[in-house]
T-cell receptor
Framework: DGGITQSPKYLFRKEGQNVTLSCEQN?????MYWYRQDPGQGLRLIYY???????QKGDIAEGYSVSREKKESFPLTVTSAQKNPTAFYLC?????????????????FGSGTRLTVV | ELKVEQNPLFLSMQEGKNYTIYCNYS?????LYWYRQDPGKSLESLFV?????AVKQEGRLMASLDTKARLSTLHITAAVHDLSATYFC???????????FGEGTQLTVNP
């Protein structure tokens, strides 16, 4: 079955350490996204990519980095520059918006990674 | 910059009652989504609304869209405990594929 796989489900980071969150999709979607969710809040966009080898900053990109070397994969690195990384991270993918219909919600979300600083 | 506001942010209601969650957005959009999130879980798609006057219903939930007022509503009919969750609306930008989310409405349905 097609879908998005995020790993790991739980991740612990020490002070000053970089960590990488994995996101893989087999939906043949062109676009992929990373969102951050803090407790009791909505989702905020970190980075997104609409095509391989290209990506754009979202609203809260500072302290994060991404790569998009393959269509299926969009890993997110949380660097030591991100001072408050504890949060729930969600990856999503979508086909080109020109193909959206009422029977195709367009966006598929992964199950999330919960990152905690220890 | 697209801004999305939901209200109320917290909603406690009794089983059997009706209520409405509102979602306002600041700039023109061609699509609006409603999602459900259970604690510690990912997002579950509920509805996508693509045109002015669109109405979608699934069970006790009904969503509508007024693009002129830049307003969507999620109406809950005869609430049951299983509907307790956080509900998000999300609005798509017209020039690309980004989604901007509202802050979410935490719904608690009490017996």
């Amino acid at each position: 079955d097609g879908g998005i796989t995020q790993s790991p489900k739980y991740l612990f980071r020490k002070e000053g350490q970089n960590v990488t969150l994995s996101c893989e999709q087999n939906l043949n979607h062109d676009a992929m996204y990373w969102y951050r969710q803090d407790p009791g809040q909505g989702l905020r966009l970190i980075y997104y990519s609409q095509i391989v080898n290209d990506f754009q900053k979202g609203d809260i990109a500072e302290g994060y980095s991404v790569s998009r070397e393959k269509k299926e994969s969009f890993p997110l690195t949380v660097t030591s520059a991100q001072k408050n990384p504890t949060a729930f991270y969600l990856c999503a993918s979508s086909p080109p918006r020109t193909t959206f219909t009422t029977s195709n919600y367009g966006y598929t979300f992964g199950s999330g990674t919960r990152l905690t600083v220890v | 910059e697209l801004k999305v506001e939901q209200n109320p942010l917290f909603l406690s209601m009794q089983e059997g009652k009706n209520y409405t969650i509102y979602c306002n957005y600041s700039t023109t959009s061609d699509r609006l989504y409603w999602y459900r999130q259970d604690p510690g879980k990912s997002l579950e798609s509920l509805f996508v609304l693509l045109s002015n006057g669109a109405v979608k219903q699934e069970g006790r939930l009904m969503a509508s869209l007024d693009t002129k007022a830049r307003l969507s509503t999620l109406h809950i009919t005869a609430a049951v405990h299983d509907l307790s969750a956080t509900y998000f609306c999300a609005v798509g930008e017209t020039s690309g594929s980004r989604l901007t989310f509202g802050e979410g409405t935490q719904l608690t349905v009490n017996p």
